[in-house]
């Protein structure tokens, strides 16, 4: 029996879809990410992953600082 979740709410965004959703370069969102400027990433292997639903909270927040976002949310 497949066990696939049909629910997918809980997207993951490539580092290419990020960008592509805040219009700028794949080498902006890195750089952003570095500077600790974006929502945690979570790591597969040694890709890098955005959870959508925590991108469009950051986004209506107004993009504060990762340290902000975090102390906004309430810890984690």
Do not use: Q
Not at 27 to 45: K, M, N, Q, Y
């Amino acid at each position: 029996m497949n066990k696939t979740p049909t629910n997918t709410a809980e997207k993951l965004m490539t580092t290419k879809e990020l960008a592509y959703l805040l219009s700028v370069s794949h080498r902006h969102v890195e750089r952003t990410d570095c500077a600790g400027a974006l929502p945690r990433s979570v790591r597969i292997g040694r890709c890098k992953r955005w959870i959508r639903s925590e991108i469009e909270t950051w986004l209506r927040s107004g993009c504060p600082s990762r340290e902000a976002f975090v102390a906004k949310k309430g810890g984690a």
